[in-house]
């Protein structure tokens, strides 16, 4: 990375935090929209990313009416050293209320795009897959006219549990390589591994062409440009057309500690380099997270745009 990063000192070695840069400051969520997605969340008893994270968008995206849903429970099964949520071998029995209750908040809040996303769940015979597919189905069948993207687990590599996700119909699947492949040991749980999450985002193209792939990387974790480019490179040889590059933050003294800021001018400078190789859609910068407003709005424009073509095609809708 450049020369003009703030170096924080080695992850892990105690150090105190530095004050984030101006560029890294938001305000404070609040407003009628905010409370009202917050108040629907609470009363369905469904967990979102946005909180369980400490996402710092979560304010500008409540506020505009859409949150990230994460279903399974709010305890993974995995211990990834970047991420705040609650870790335990053996989490709560999956609700099988979840499906329902979920299509229910996407009735009240009338969302144009939703993200539903999940924690691991190596614990269950198919890791999940049987019960996001149903939320699939349930969130299809009452909401027809939202667009559905879903951030997956790796589900260990399994391709029966890949399928039963993308069967249930999603319009855009995600999986995220979080980091470059030589920190990938060190940030990612030990049962996930970059080839792995390459192959989840390979396999799921090559099967299902009509569905759009998506993947994250986070900066300032000790990455090199090169690496960077690298990652960049392998997304796109495994078809991935929408990429999204924000800034790693540490969620608490336990985590791994930050080991640089990348200015906005930095993250400028990779979006353009992405571009170049080919991805259909680039979101980078600072406050950039894997669901992102301003991808997810590309998106929701790309999807509506097919399914008008459709439409012309054959006369009729189709799903």
Request: charged residues 25%; neutral net charge.
């Amino acid at each position: 990375m450049s020369q003009d990063l703030v170096r924080l000192g080695t992850p892990g070695d105690g150090r105190r935090r530095k004050p984030k840069p101006e560029w890294l400051k938001v305000r404070l969520p609040s407003g009628p929209t905010y409370e009202k997605v917050r108040q629907t969340l609470k009363e369905l008893k469904l967990h979102t990313v946005c909180q369980e994270s400490l996402c710092p968008n979560m304010g500008e995206c409540w506020g505009g009416g859409t949150a990230t849903v994460m279903v399974m429970g709010d305890v993974c099964t995995r211990g990834c050293r970047f991420c705040n949520v609650k870790s335990a071998k053996n989490p709560p029995p999956l609700d099988p209320d979840e499906p329902r209750n979920l299509a229910l908040a996407v009735a009240r809040l009338n969302l144009r795009y939703l993200v539903v996303t999940s924690v691991d769940r190596d614990d269950l015979p198919d890791g999940g897959a049987s019960h996001f597919a149903a939320c699939i189905r349930e969130l299809l069948t009452h909401a027809p006219s939202t667009i559905l993207e879903v951030l997956i687990p790796d589900f260990s590599g399994r391709t029966d549990c890949l399928d039963r996700v993308a069967q249930a119909g999603p319009a855009v699947i995600a999986h995220n390589v979080e980091t470059v492949e030589r920190l990938t040991p060190k940030v990612r749980d030990r049962r996930a591994g970059y080839r792995q999450s390459l192959g989840v985002l390979e396999y799921v193209k090559k099967t299902y062409p009509h569905i759009h792939t998506k993947s994250s990387i986070m900066l300032g974790l000790g990455e090199t440009e090169e690496e960077v480019v690298q990652a960049f490179r392998d997304l796109r040889d495994v078809g991935v057309s929408v990429l999204t590059l924000g800034q790693y933050l540490q969620p608490s003294p336990w985590h791994l500690e930050v080991e640089e800021f990348v200015p906005p001018e930095r993250f400028a400078e990779l979006k353009a380099r992405a571009e170049e190789m080919g991805f259909l859609y680039v979101a980078a910068g600072p406050l950039v997270r894997s669901s992102y407003k301003a991808a997810e709005l590309f998106l929701a424009g790309l999807i509506e745009r097919e399914r008008r073509q459709k439409v012309s095609s054959f006369g009729v809708a189709v799903d």
